[in-house]
């Protein structure tokens, strides 16, 4: 089958024949149908240093997709060829105490689909049955091709009660843009949505943020007074990984504030522990997505009028991977879809 393979340790990616994967008894077969490009695709195209220490060669790579189950192990029950599905990105232990209490987003020995081993962009991907979304009919296909990121975004914006709340999120990447548009819909009331890149936002204005904010000509202290806010932001979803917007956030928020943080910073960053003491903030981290109460929610919103559709703004044929890696490379883009048929 072809694949896109991490096939030597420098940049680039190979569109390579390799072996169809074969499947143990608890595991599932799928025949991809699209897959999403994710900012870790990108890192591990461009070969970085945490790319460098991470992915081992030989590896095909790519965790976003939506495909068709062909053939499943003797030990599966719960799923028929024939059916619509997408793949967890963590694969879990399934024994430590997190594990074992239900608590599977908290394993402790979690591996990357498309990092610690291969992955979707290929023809066909192999996963245990304990990875395998069902997805309804009524779900969009492209849509249902990133719902790994999706989830990062519903995991993040969910993580504290939204309702009635005025919400900051720094970043306008397609996880920051997605969540804006999942706090609108869960009843936040004002949501300002900061970055650095005039394309991402205007994606974040069409996806419903009250006030799309470039922070290099204007202040969210700015934005603030703006809307008649007074006292800070009640949550803050942290989506960039940058220092600044991070000490920005901080300098926002309501006494009381909570912050989810989702974005990977490159290295420590120092902050003011004096606004978090006596402002008495929250800070919570964020690692993928609840399996599966996270999947779950993501469903029912789109059910419930939710529409992501805007944040996919280009369509390439998997043959076309390079133009697909340079526009995301570019930063003009949302996400990126890679059609996997013949
Ligand atoms: P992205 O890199 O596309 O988006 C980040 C955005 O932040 C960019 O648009 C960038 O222009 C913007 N930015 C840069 N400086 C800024 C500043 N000073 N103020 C405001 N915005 C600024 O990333 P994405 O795919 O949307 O993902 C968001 C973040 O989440 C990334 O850091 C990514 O690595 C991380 N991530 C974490 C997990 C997890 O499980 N914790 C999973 C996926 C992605
Ligand atoms: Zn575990």
Known sequence: MKALVKKESKPGLWLEEVPKPTIGINDVLIKVDRTGICGTDVHIYKWDDWAQKTI???????????????????????????????????????????????????????????????????????????????????????????????GNAVHTALSFDVLGEDVLITGAGPIGVMAAAVVKHAGARHVVVTDVNPYRLELAKKMGATLALDVRDNTIANAQKELGMTEGFDVGLEMSGNPVAFRDMLNNMCHGGKIAMLGIPEKEIAIDWNIVVFNMLTLKGIYGREMYETWYKMTV??????????????????????????????????????????
């Not at 939506?66 to 024939?82: F, K, L, Q, R, W």
């Not at 105490?97 to 081993?117: E, I, K, Q, S």
Request: with cysteine.
């Open 56 to 150: 081992p060669v030989p590896m095909v790579v790519g965790h976003e997709f939506v495909g068709e189950i062909v053939e499943v192990g003797s030990n599966v029950a719960d799923y028929v060829p024939g059916e619509i599905v997408s793949g967890e990105g963590h694969v879990v232990c399934g024994r430590c105490r997190n594990c074992f209490a239900g608590r599977r987003h908290l394993c402790a020995h979690t591996r990357g689909v498309g990092v610690n081993r291969p992955g979707a962009f290929a023809e066909y991907i192999s996963l245990p049955m304990t990875n395998i979304w069902h997805h309804d009919d009524s779900i969009d296909r492209d849509v249902a091709s990133i719902f790994d990121p999706f």
């Open 301 to 342: 919103m789109l059910q419930s009028g939710l529409d992501i559709s805007p944040i996919i703004t280009h369509r390439f044929h998997a043959s076309e991977f390079e133009k697909g890696f340079e526009v995301m490379m570019s930063g003009q883009s949302g996400k990126v879809i890679l059609d996997w048929n013949e």
